[in-house]
């Protein structure tokens, strides 16, 4: 079985541009969590989404946002970039409305210039 | 505000030797607890989880962790340290209300022959 997808694998930006990264759960999770690691530190939690609704906000700015579409894939967009939204960015996917048990992707690494 | 402290940034441990990495919350309830494993280039891994019950719980790849209410501490622990145990261990609390996830700053691990 497949698990957890990201796309894509590696990113380079410029500030101020706008960021789309997507995210494939696994088969049958309907929940889907985004994170943002920056280097030397753990992952911070942004958003979760279950059934296509958002059950879960962490703390950042507006710049952020997401969605869930129909098939449970997501996808994080990211405006006005910055030098510190540089980071690895993480997708987990969990099957019910808590994030009792996540499984995560690989990440993408994102670096903005 | 809830918080996880691992205060632990580096160990480093002898190939054969016990290992025991601490953590700490900070909530006013028992949230769900769980120890991930990071391996470089790799996706995070879940150990185990703790939700309620036993408070002593047994992971993956010999892993242990024991819950300590009174000390908000839930402490990852392992017999035997084998050389492919290297790698960044993340302590994270998961909080049902507004279904938000903490993870620690993470503790890395190195094993010497």
């Known amino acids: 079985d497949a698990g957890v997808t990201q796309s894509p694998t590696h990113l380079i930006k410029t500030r101020g541009q706008h960021v789309t990264l997507r995210c494939s759960p696994i088969s049958g999770h309907k929940s889907v969590s985004w994170y943002q690691q920056v280097l030397g530190q753990g992952p911070q939690f942004i958003f979760q989404?279950?059934?296509?609704?958002?059950?879960g906000r962490g703390n950042f700015p507006d710049r952020f946002s997401a969605r869930q579409f129909p098939n449970y894939s997501s996808e994080l967009n990211v405006n006005a970039l910055l030098l510190g939204d540089s980071a690895l960015y993480l997708c987990?996917?969990?099957?019910?409305?808590?994030?009792?048990?996540?499984?995560f992707g690989p990440g993408t690494r994102l670096l903005v210039l | 505000a809830q918080s996880v402290t691992q205060p632990d940034i580096h160990i480093t441990v002898s190939e054969g030797a016990s290992l025991e990495l601490r953590c700490n919350y900070s909530y006013g309830a028992t949230p769900y607890l769980f120890w991930y494993v990071q391996s470089p280039g790799q996706g995070l891994q879940l150990l185990l989880k703790y939700f309620s019950g036993d408070t002593l719980v047994q992971g993956i790849k010999g892993f242990e962790a024991e819950f300590k209410r009174s000390q908000s501490s839930f402490n990852l622990r392992k017999p035997s340290v084998h050389w492919s145990d290297a790698a960044e261990y993340f302590c994270a609390v998961g909080v049902v209300p507004g279904n938000q996830f903490y993870f620690g700053t993470g503790t890395s691990l190195t094993v010497i022959p």
């Open positions: 987990a996917s969990s099957f019910g409305p808590y994030q009792e048990t996540q499984y």
């Open positions: 989404y279950y059934e296509k609704e958002e059950r």
